[in-house]
């Protein structure tokens, strides 16, 4: 097997700033701010590790933060949280929204509340509304993940993306990567995109129905964590792992399991802690009326089975914990 080579995509430890200005508040006086940070789904370590660096990062600044997220990844949840985030009248909310539409509203109606909004991780699709928007170079992260199938499997052949559902920004920017490096490269065949609404049983059967319909399948591009232990599932039920090569997205226990055991053969990790980070820095800083970033585009780490132990490797992984 050809030995995938490590690549260390740090796309943009500064990538994209365009500036514009925050218009200020004085609600929260000095380093007093009170932050919420509105998950898109509970219990995902991505989110998890995110969190643990908004608080650090809060409690650098004197601030106080409380997490709250829905318990699935699903607009028409997400929503009465915030709205319950609203009335207990926060500063800022750092928030990555589920779905680009719906919840674009209620997202502006917490900014007529005189609340700064930070998009962290997703975004909406008009982001204006909010003072800042973090989120990694999802496209980039696409193509790079095509780039390690291709190393994976030279000879070409049938590819399929397992992703969450339509209209999340950043799983729609990582499937179009992905589509598009795999067009533009005739050895291969694109299957499309099929989603697993976030449900690692679903992805799972995704796959084996899709190994029953097309046997010679050679990748799978797992759109993000859930997708990507399920997409693992499917394919050891399917007693395929020496023939389907698995690229995921996140770097979650689970994930970084199935990459030691050889079912996933790489994983693109994102840098939710960073993200967070500077969601906080950028929530502050419209608070004090100052100027902020409208974008922000951070970097990712393709790990594989050869630098999982190495200190990039590991500082590459997610917790469950903080
Ligand atoms: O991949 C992350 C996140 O970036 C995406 O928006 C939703 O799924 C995750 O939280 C992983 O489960």
């Not at 792992?241 to 996140?250: E, L, R, S």
């Not at 594989?304 to 997610?318: H, I, M, V």
């Amino acid at each position: 097997m050809t030995k995938l080579k490590t690549v260390v995509a740090m796309a943009a430890a500064s990538a994209l700033f365009l500036a514009a200005c925050g218009s200020g508040d004085s609600s929260g006086s000095g380093g007093s701010y009170k932050l919420s940070f509105v998950q898109g789904v509970t219990g995902d370590a991505f989110y998890i590790t995110m969190g643990c660096a908004v608080q650090e990062e809060a409690k650098k600044e004197g601030a106080t933060v409380d997490i709250q997220g829905p318990q699935k990844f699903d607009p028409t949840q997400q929503t009465p949280v915030l709205q319950s985030v609203v009335s207990s009248r926060p500063d800022a909310i750092l928030i990555a929204p589920t779905d680009v539409s719906a919840m674009q509203r209620p997202i502006e109606q917490a900014t007529k509340q005189n609340i700064k909004v930070v998009l962290v991780d997703t975004t909406l699709n008009d982001p204006s509304i909010a003072a800042s928007a973090i989120a990694s170079d999802n496209v980039g992260g696409g193509k790079a993940a095509f780039e390690a199938i291709k190393q994976l499997a030279p000879q070409g052949g049938k590819v399929l993306v397992v992703s969450v559902q339509p209209g999340i920004s950043t799983t729609d920017a990582r499937a179009k990567g992905f589509q598009d490096a795999v067009k533009a490269d005739s050895k291969f065949t694109d299957l499309g995109v099929q989603y697993s609404q976030n449900e690692p049983q679903k992805a799972a059967q995704i796959v084996t129905a899709a190994l029953q319909k097309d046997p010679d399948i050679v990748g799978i591009f797992a759109a993000n964590l859930f997708s990507a232990e399920g997409s693992a599932t499917g394919v050891r039920q399917a007693n395929k792992q020496d023939q389907v090569k698995i690229v995921g997205f996140d770097a979650g226990p689970d994930q970084v399991k199935a990459l030691q055991d050889g079912t996933v053969q790489a994983l693109v990790a994102q840098q939710p802690g960073k993200i967070g980070q500077v969601g906080v820095q950028q929530a502050i800083k419209a608070l004090k009326g100052e100027k902020t970033e409208t974008k922000v585009q951070t970097g990712f780490t393709i790990v594989t089975k050869d630098n999982l132990d190495s200190p990039e490797g590991k500082a590459a992984l997610y917790k469950s914990s903080c």
